[in-house]
């Protein structure tokens, strides 16, 4: 497996929203590398026939009714809010749409 | 002798009986708390008053005739990952500083339910990410054996609470083995439920399909009580097992091994082990021989592979469980001065509430789901996933439980793998399968390492839904090494 | 924002090139709670009412799947066609938006729950089979509203609020595939497409589908390839569009803007695009700087679905009657043309017609006055017919007075008036009106009398036998009594009074 370079760190943390410095960009990279190549073992294994595990035992189909049941009040809901105007949580100017 | 020297069950026996008070019992603990928690730091918050009130109304409900549970009034250290409604709940990060949740866990509701006192919420690595404590945003947690030394981790400040008497009983999750590697190093019973068997509902998640509630105790017994007490179904949590709690408590009691077969797994021992820790354990697997066990060597080969396997399934879950964290609903923002967009207050808020370890395991899985490595990375784990559950299902033809120490060494100082990710990762070595497979698993105390005098644990692994498995042998176990002991291992702990 | 588009007239696009489209349609169920939590999905509550700790994504939160969700995307998916998965998960699509509480959306990627199912359109006489990809499950994200800046939009506000109560309700996702060969009737396949899902989403009872509360929307893809050529050009998606007029104009807006793009010797990039109501116009979304990466994953909160062949087969014998089927079978009933069929569907008058039946009115009367008259005051003050204020019933009403020989056509007309300006049930407007036909044989008496002797030339020619002439008197007769005279009858008197038989 290749080894990953400051770039990809950069990436990793555009794409995760977490602001790093440029030191933490380098130190990152030499863990990373480091784990990743430990981890890389796995395809040693993973053959083909085997089918992936997403889940730990193989339950299905579990389901609620179609119930409606109390909510919070907003004042709840906005408790913990870092900021709040007319009952909304207030948030800094998004850049775009996504999605 | 005090009252934090008895176990939990003599301590519901007495309250039960009203020759104490829980109220006596709460206030005993809060001083042992008081006593000993500036060296220790097992806690986060104390909730002295709310804990007195819970034991108040347990003494008047008993004066009012109430038939009390086992537990009732019985004080319970809380780890600081699930859900509270009346007590800050932080997972250890300072995202979360002060934050106060709406509603209670499963596991805290249930607690309530039984009558049992929380007496506060412990240390925990941040978001239940590390093997020694030393990941929390608060500061690290010591070792009751040794103060410069780990009280593993992540349930960290849950295991040295339960092992420095501040309390009898106490909570704790299990990702990979969370609650067996910080019992085994404090000397103390901890129990990783079979995945599903307790509702994962209010606890906040670092791997939803690894994350498993469990009970720390200071012996067997206790630990099947608690079990009991907060495991079963809950419909808030789709992955929680619509089955009857394994009959956990009466196995802690039965407590015999004759013909029961064990297997060792031969993939748990040589290099990276301490000698110490593998004598330990070889002692413990004549003494179960010696008990009327059949001990035969099973080979799990997939085992040597759950640690990568897990170093990206953890991770890939953590990554996408944490992304909640932004600063825009509940917790920490920085950054919001006008000049930032959303985006970058996101980016800004997150690289300042999050502790280097649990931006490593964001960035890890962030890059083991991306577009060209899923494959290779995420989607391998996943297979060998399916190999170690393969591996238990042949091993249970042939065997009732499987057996391996809990930990490849002893607690490791303060500091020590701090900097060396991949080193602190080896402490759950032995105990991961388990969570990839979602087998019951416990540890149980079989000794001090000759070399530094260190607790030893010994883990039993149970076929899912097993659970009373582990208790049966872990009680004949405790039983038996009581006897040579003259007593539980923590009496050779020294005081504090 | 500088956009100039230049567009190429669609004549002239449609000679030279050749359009693919594709639709995403995202439908909101009409469930009683949310998708993954209890929470209630009434429209319109005040902000953060309905929310709760996993609708807001609190610590420690897990979704639970509601049962009727995924029994209606089921039913959906059977209702189109498709292939009902034997087992699938839901998966997390990961990106940070600050209306998505989680920071990933509960989602399906590569196990969709409905697979390969088609929807058969009519338009302009023909049918045209679109292909359905797939349908899966997903949830809906919160609303902000951005505050500061001059527009209200997006770009340039100062900060955005944001409600979290349509966060999590159960959205259904439909996806075409590609639709060739509709050459320039492609705004109309489209909008045709979308008109016919929601009649199927209405049939199956499964949302309210309102396009102006977002309950149904739609996303449009348009490709161009030069005519002759196999190879599909570079498409566009265009999102926002949200009423069904908007869906044709978006088609034709994109094959207009491309056209002009590719003639010019231009490329179309890929690309996101807005569409605006108010101009018909599309204005490019924010260009990314890096490709998204959406890191799906199978949900580990979430167990697989599992539908039973016995369960799926018992949704299928349970479904209603479809629309194509319906429209069939009423067609027959009715005895009209395909062309008749394809009006009535198109102006949306099928259920009127029905119910009027159902009312007791011949069929040919129903399809008349709804595709007549009112047709005609729906197109004139630019609504459809389904809001007119006037009901079946009350067509049946004035048809049974008009057979009754209580009205004429002329007098039902102006009583339908009445009806849609309010002025009471057909009954009300005759009596306030006073409307009905004069049979009063004194009244007609009199009015003929006056109207002969005001045209005694005209009197005169029928008494000589140029009977023809009476039509002329007839006229008189009924401008006389404003319409309210029955024709036949003043005809026969006319006659009688002036001594000549026929």
New interface residues.
Partial sequence: MSAITRDEVAHLARLSRLALTDAELGHYAAQLDVIIGAVARVAEVATDDIPPSSHALPLTNVYRPDEARMSLTPEQALAAAPAVENDRFRVPRILGEEA | MSLTRNTAAELGALIASGEVSAVEVTQAHLDRIAEVDPQVHAFLHVAAESALEQARSIDARRAAGEELGPLAGVPIAHKDVFTTKDMPTTAGSKILEGYRPPYDATVTARLREAGLVIIGKTNLDEFAMGSSTENSAYGPTHNPWDLDRIPGGSSGGSSAAVASYQAPLSTGTDTGGSIRQPAAVTGIVGMKPTYGGSSRYGVIAFASSLDTPGPFARNVLDAALLHEAFSGHDVMDTTSIHAEVPPVVEAARRADVSGLRVGVVKEFAGEGYQPGVLARFREAVDLLESLGAKVVEVSCPSFTYALPAYYLIAPSECSSNLARFDGMRYGLRVGDDGTHSAEEVMALTRAAGFGPEVKRRIMLGTYALSSGYYDAYYGSAQKVRTLISRDFEAAFHQVDVLVSPTTPTTAFPIGERADDPMAMYLADLCTIPANLAGNAAISVPCGLAEEDGLPVGLQIMAPVLGDERCYRVGAALEKAFEDRWGGPLLKEAPSL | MTTTNTVMPYDEALERFEPVIGLETHVELG???KMF?????TFGA????????VC???????????????ESTIRIGLALNCTIAE?C?FA???????DM?????ISQYDEPLCTNGYLDVEVDGRTVRVEIERVHLEEDTGK?????GATGR??G????????NRAGIPLVEIVTKPVEGTDRLAPEVAKAYVTELREVMRTLGVSDVRMEEGSLRCDVNVSLMPRGSTVWGTRTET?NVNSLRSVERAVHGEIERQAAILADGGRIVQE?R?FHEDTGATTP??SKE?A??Y????E????????TPEWVEELRSELPELPTVRRRRLQAEWGVSDLDMTAMHNADAVALVEATVLAGVPAADARKWWMGELARRANESGTSLAVLPITPEQIARVVQLVASGALNDKLARQVLEGVLAGEGSPDEVVEARGLRIVSDEGELSSIIDKVLSANADAADKVRSGKIAAVGALVGGVMKASRGKADAGRARELILEKLGVSE
Avoid: M
């Fill in positions: 469930t009683t709670s939590c209890g929470c209630p999905t005040p902000p953060n009412t309905h929310v709760c700790p807001l994504a609190l610590p420690g939160a897990l979704p639970v799947a509601n049962d009727k969700a995924i087992w998960r997390r699509k990961n990106y940070f938006y600050p509480p989680k920071n990933y959306q902000s509203t951005h505050v500061g997006i770009q506000a100062d900060y955005s609020i944001v409600d979290y999102k996101t807005h979304g924010r890096e998204q990466d890191r799906y994953f199978p580990p909160d979430l167990l697989p679905i599992a539908p």
